[in-house]
C-alpha cells in the first residue's frame, strides 16, 4: 500500500510502507514507544465515520507530520513536536508521516491510499 498526494495533474507518493493502526489498543499506542521511524513509512488510523480526532505525541520520541482526511480529501496538516504535540481535525482517517514527509499538502488537497 503507498499513500499518494495529488495536487492538480500532479502526484507524489508520501510513503510505501504503510502501517494500519486497526484495532483499539493499535489506534491508542500510534507510534509512541519508537525510537525512530523510516523515511518512507506511515500509519494510518481509519474510523467509520468522521468526527473530531485529537493526536498527542507523549512518548512519541520523534516528530511527525499529521494529516487528517475526510475520504480522499485532506481537511487539516500539523507538524507536531516529540512528547508535547497536539492537535485536532475533523476525520475519518488520520495519518501519521515523518517531518517533512507532508511538505506542500494543504487542505483541500486529495491524498490517497493505493494498493
Known amino acids: ?4 498526494h495529488r495536487e492538480g495533474a500532479r502526484s507524489r ?4 510502507d504503510v502501517e494500519e493502526a486497526s484495532g483499539t489498543l493499535a489506534k491508542s499506542r500510534g507510534l509512541m514507544f519508537r525510537g525512530e521511524i523510516p523515511e518512507d513509512y506511515a500509519m494510518i488510523f481509519p ?3 468522521p468526527a473530531n480526532r485529537t493526536i498527542h ?11 487528517w482526511l475526510v475520504g480522499d ?8 513536536r516529540p512528547w508535547i ?7 475519518d482517517t488520520v ?10 499538502v494543504e487542505a483541500g488537497d ?4 493505493v494498493e
Open 57 to 67: 505525541m507523549l512518548f512519541v520520541r520523534v516528530p511527525l507530520d499529521v494529516l
Open 1 to 4: 500500500m503507498r499513500i499518494v
Open 110 to 113: 486529495t491524498v490517497e491510499l
Open 13 to 16: 507518493v508520501l510513503a510505501s
Open 73 to 80: 480529501e485532506v481537511t487539516h496538516v500539523s507538524t507536531l
Open 85 to 91: 504535540g497536539l492537535a485536532h481535525g475533523i476525520a
Open 47 to 49: 474510523f467509520q465515520q
Open 95 to 104: 495519518i501519521e508521516l515523518p517531518e517533512g514527509a507532508a511538505e506542500g
